[in-house]
């Protein structure tokens, strides 16, 4: 909190409570911690939390870690409040990776629930790692 908007709002905030109260003569001090807590989600929380995750959503890629793309892909999900499984699908597979997406489609088995989804596409990129792991050791050979 030592710069840009985070710095400016705790500057605020700390003249703020050591200003003298005009009715009480005494320092307005911070409040209680749920007093704080809900002045910082007021000054930091998106304004629309479900419409920013839903835009989040729309470019979110998969990047070298599917673990890490699938546990942001639910947490976005659930902040944009998306629950049916084909709004779901059709954002999972836009985020896949060219590659993955392509052997989930050729694999003949397209899961119909998320949970299936998610166990597949690690199957199939973990089937993905140990072949090329193979391919290394051969060459090596």
Same mark, same amino acid.
């Not at 959503?57 to 084909?86: P, V």
């Not at 059709?90 to 392509?102: E, N, Q, R």
């Not at 199957?123 to 140990?130: C, D, G, M, V, W």
């Given at each position: ?9 705790? /500057?605020?905030?700390?003249? @703020?409570?050591?200003?003298? $109260?005009? %009715? ?7 409040? !209680? ?34 673990? /890490?793309?699938?546990?942001? @892909?639910?947490?976005?999900? $659930?902040? %944009? ?7 779901? !699908? ?34 199939? /990129? ?16």
């Amino acid at each position: 909190m030592k710069e840009g908007t985070a710095a400016t709002w705790m /500057e605020d905030t700390i003249a @703020f409570a050591h200003e003298l $109260n005009p %009715a009480t003569g005494l320092p307005n001090v911070y409040g !209680k911690w749920d007093q704080f807590l809900t002045h910082f989600e007021e000054a930091f929380n998106p304004i629309d939390s479900a419409g920013t995750a839903l835009h989040k959503l729309h470019t979110l890629k998969q990047g070298n870690d599917l673990s /890490e793309y699938i546990s942001t @892909f639910k947490q976005l999900c $659930n902040r %944009a409040e998306i629950h049916s499984f084909n709004a779901q !699908k059709d954002y999972f597979i836009h985020g896949l990776k060219p590659a993955l997406l392509s052997k989930l489609c050729n694999s003949g088995d397209i899961p119909i629930e998320m949970e299936a989804m998610y166990k597949k596409v690690i199957a199939i /990129e973990n089937a993905y790692q140990l072949l090329l792991s193979h391919r290394t050791t051969a060459s090596e050979s």
